[in-house]
């Protein structure tokens, strides 16, 4: 099956173009909701391509040969910026986001819902496994996002802030992309979490540097130990042992990444990009990207 992209974007959300290239040629499916992509010969465009915010009908010989160049003809950069692993030493990536932050209690409320709806997907699964194994694994990772949540709720109250009103905003966007991101079966949606709880915590935390000394208390919350190695041996022995969900399990992973770049992207200020404004991002882009590979490919899955 070809490498093309198909992606539900509402609005001006766009993702900066490192982004967009990455993504075109990460997955078959970009987003959890888009449509499988259907070649028809001699039937004419046959899928749909983000490029610079708008969705446009192109044929397949055309995303080929964009695929082709990106691998083969785009320039390397001269800078390449990583995230930061987990416990590693030195000081998270720092990017300029001065101009593009939100303000710092925006930051926050969307922060902390996210843990908060880390929690609720893992207690949901909770209840819908019997194996009690899976329980105990289940548990100390939504154990582990709820502490996250109630520290980061702790920074909002020390602001004089009322915590449930500085999230109420993000409530609604971000239970529809944990409503689209909700697999049909239990490893699906533990992999969900793995996967975005992964690229949105990278993501906040190169955010974080905006911050001054809340940003700095907000990554050390973030950096705390998810508690999720329990899940992703679950998920490492299901992929190992089952040929037919490793092939359902990689794709799944590869339909989450585009929903999950779009909440990233709408973290940001601007509804729109300048040219300076999509250089500036791209570098945490593409390391979330390069992330997310390193992820799959911890688990034995392809990205």
Known sequence: MSCAVVACLGGAARLPR???AAVMVHAPFVTATGAVPRAVAGSGPAYREVVRGRILAVPEDRILRVVNWFFWRRPRPVRRLRLRARGE??????????????DVEVFLGQAAYLQLGYFETLTRLIRRTPDLDEKDALSRAAGAALSKHRALVDLVRERGLDPAETMRPFQAPLDAFRGKTLGARPRETMLTVHITAGMLD??????????GETGRRAARILRADPDRDQLTRLLGATIESDSEMRGLLSMWARRLVGDTLLVARGALRPTRLDVEDEQRVEPVFTALLQAHSRRMGDLGLAA
């Not at 990278?202 to 911050?211: G, R, V």
Request: aromatic share 14%; proline share 4%; no cysteine.
């Open 18 to 20: 490192a982004a967009t």
């Open 89 to 102: 030493a030195g000081d998270a990536v720092r990017v300029d986001f001065a101009e593009l932050a939100p």
């Open 202 to 211: 990278d993501f906040y935390l190169a955010l974080a540097s905006s911050y």
